[in-house]
């Protein structure tokens, strides 16, 4: 099982979680491929979104745990939930044996990290997605929850309270917060031009390539062919010029700001 982090358009979930930690799983079917829902469930805005999106040993960690996903046409179930996308096999056949496993390992080592209720039981704390929905659905299809929430518990069993479960970990908050300084400098290098919004913070910042413009309200720094503009409140004008804002945290901010500042050349790649 290999865990890596696709943090979704910040325009796709909801920060944190509204009606406490999170005590429920809720499984779907992708109705379709890894890469297809990869791209479905991290870009844009709007639903939908998850926790995870899998395909045999390919596991996307996407929303954090800690934040609400939009994956169950339901509020109430997203706020309490982990979601995960299982992709479907070859010809919409249900998520292989593969998938399962993978989902298995995640969902015990969510269970024991959130303190879940145990053993997991469908229809208490585990649910398919056609189960919480406010529209009928078909997902999640055929996926085979008794075996899913069976081998779960046998993970979960298998190792003793107070210890870690399998490879699974919580998305590092540092890996995060370098993939949205990633995410910024992909958008330098497509339009020449980001814009962000500091996470729990009223700054906005905008970072460019070499375009020195005056931005009424907000303190302007050149180096190195990189304009980095800040400033606080409202730059709604900006938003009309150069795009939608990027979301990032306060530590992706930090991150920004050492690389921009930093002497030697390079920042980043952003001019390559
Ligand atoms: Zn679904």
């Not at 309490?80 to 593969?98: D, H, V, Y």
């Not at 919004?197 to 070499?210: A, E, Q």
Request: one cysteine or more; charged letters at 20%; proline letters at 7%.
């Amino acid at each position: 099982m290999n865990i890596r982090t696709i943090v979704p358009d910040g325009r796709k979930y909801t920060r944190g979680r509204p009606n406490g930690t999170p005590n429920l799983f809720v499984i779907h079917h992708q109705a379709g491929y890894q890469e297809n829902s990869i791209r479905a469930l991290t870009t844009g805005q709007g639903a939908p979104s998850a926790n995870y999106i899998i395909s045999g040993a390919d596991v996307v960690a996407s929303v954090p745990e800690g934040d609400t996903p939009w994956t169950n046409n339901n509020w109430a179930s997203n706020t309490k939930s982990i979601t995960f996308e299982l992709a479907n096999a070859p010809g919409m056949q249900p998520p292989s044996q593969a998938t399962l496993e993978s989902a298995a390992q995640i969902m015990a080592s969510a269970a024991r990290r959130w303190e879940y209720s145990l053993p997991l039981r469908r229809g208490v704390n585990v649910y398919g997605h056609n189960e919480v929905a406010d529209k009928p659905t078909a997902c999640p299809g055929g996926t085979n929850l008794s075996w899913l929430i069976a081998r779960a518990n046998q993970i979960l069993e298998s190792s003793p309270p107070g210890s870690s479960v399998g490879a699974a970990a919580p998305p590092d908050q540092e890996a995060l917060a370098q993939q949205e300084v990633a995410r910024v400098f992909a958008e330098i290098r497509r339009s020449g031009m980001a814009y962000i919004h500091v996470k729990g913070t009223k700054t906005h910042i905008l970072v460019g390539v070499d375009a020195r413009y005056p931005i009424k309200g907000l303190k302007s720094e050149s180096k190195r062919g990189i304009t980095t503009w800040s400033g606080q409140g409202e730059i709604a004008l900006c938003r009309d010029i150069w795009g939608e804002p990027r979301l990032i945290s306060a530590r992706g901010y930090e991150i920004l700001a050492d690389i921009l500042t930093r002497d030697e050349p390079g920042n980043g790649g952003v001019r390559a």
